[in-house]
């Protein structure tokens, strides 16, 4: 649940009651989930180098409409077959673009988060997330394109200065509550909630609201589980 409705509910209502089925605001295991900094200026460039880890289809998402075309002019000029998608593209030009997509014509799509939402694709290989979104939940929509019926897949995120700490703070707990690696850039940032022993928001885990995402107890039983088996596998392998 986005946190701008959490707060509306703790604010609004008496005693409420938030029920999760499954993993709340937790992002599937089946994605190997890597998190880069990369410089505004460099993004382009780096994003043709990501685009080699893995064969296509491949989705890019970004935040801003502009930006959206820009990477996809970019890309043809560079002879990747890519299309957008966007709020301000016409029917018939979202229409092209997911049905050239779907049917192999095209390698990459990129798409805004508003616009892609809705949308069903098969054997997505690899999510590039070139702008962060400000919502964790809409971050976990996003890489969730990829990893599905059973199969692995790959998310690339880039971030760097523009990003919001906050935003970069429920990526890192997030991170962990996967068992993913967390890069150094993002263990260095400290929760400012730890310090008051708890949190006004819900968390972002569990969506309980009597604690921060650093102090919840299904982040810590998943991180428990995540060490033992890592343990396991360390002294009774079968390699």
Same mark, same amino acid.
């Given at each position: 649940?986005?946190?701008?409705?959490? +707060?509306?509910?703790?604010?609004?209502?008496?005693? @409420?009651?938030?029920?999760? !089925?499954?993993? &709340?605001?937790?992002?599937?295991? +089946?994605?190997?989930?890597?998190?880069?900094?990369?410089?505004?200026?460099?993004?382009?460039?780096?994003?043709?180098?990501?685009?080699?880890?893995?064969?296509?289809?491949? %989705?890019?998402?970004? /935040?801003?409409?502009?930006?959206? $075309?820009? %990477?996809?002019?970019?890309?043809?000029?560079?002879?990747? /077959?890519?299309?957008?998608?966007?709020?301000?593209?016409?029917?018939?030009?979202?229409?092209?673009?997911?049905?050239?997509?779907?049917?192999g014509?095209?390698? !990459?799509? !990129?798409?805004?988060?508003?616009?892609?939402?809705?949308?069903?694709?098969? $054997?997505?290989?690899?999510?590039?997330?070139?702008s962060?979104?400000?919502?964790? /939940?809409?971050?976990?929509?996003?890489?969730?394109?990829?990893?599905?019926?059973?199969?692995?897949?790959?998310?690339?995120?880039?971030?760097?200065?523009?990003?919001?700490?906050?935003?970069?703070l429920?990526?890192?707990?997030?991170?962990?509550e &996967?068992?993913?690696?967390? @890069?150094?850039?993002?263990?260095? %940032?400290? $929760? @400012?909630?730890?310090?008051?022993?708890?949190?006004?928001?819900?968390?972002? !885990?569990?969506?309980?609201?009597?604690?921060?995402?650093?102090?919840?107890?299904?982040?810590?039983?998943?991180?428990?589980?995540?060490?033992?088996?890592?343990?396991? &596998?360390?002294?009774?392998?079968?390699y």
């Amino acid at each position: 649940m986005p946190r701008k409705i959490q +707060d509306f509910a703790q604010q609004s209502l008496i005693q @409420p009651i938030l029920v999760n !089925v499954g993993r &709340a605001g937790a992002a599937n295991l +089946d994605v190997l989930q890597v998190v880069e900094y990369v410089k505004q200026e460099a993004k382009m460039v780096y994003l043709l180098e990501c685009l080699q880890k893995t064969p296509p289809p491949v %989705i890019i998402f970004s /935040e801003n409409k502009n930006e959206v $075309d820009d %990477i996809q002019e970019y890309l043809l000029l560079k002879g990747v /077959e890519a299309v957008a998608i966007h709020g301000s593209k016409s029917q018939e030009e979202r229409q092209y673009a997911i049905k050239s997509f779907k049917s192999g014509a095209k390698d !990459v799509m !990129v798409a805004s988060g508003v616009a892609s939402k809705g949308l069903d694709f098969n $054997d997505i290989q690899h999510v590039i997330i070139f702008s962060m979104p400000k919502e964790i /939940e809409d971050y976990v929509h996003q890489i969730g394109r990829t990893g599905r019926s059973g199969k692995t897949g790959i998310a690339t995120t880039f971030v760097n200065m523009n990003t919001a700490e906050q935003t970069l703070l429920d990526l890192k707990y997030l991170l962990m509550e &996967a068992g993913q690696k967390v @890069p150094p850039f993002l263990q260095s %940032i400290e $929760d @400012p909630r730890a310090a008051q022993g708890g949190a006004l928001k819900g968390c972002p !885990v569990c969506g309980g609201l009597g604690h921060g995402i650093s102090a919840c107890p299904k982040l810590e039983d998943n991180q428990r589980r995540v060490m033992a088996a890592q343990r396991g &596998a360390e002294g009774g392998g079968a390699y």
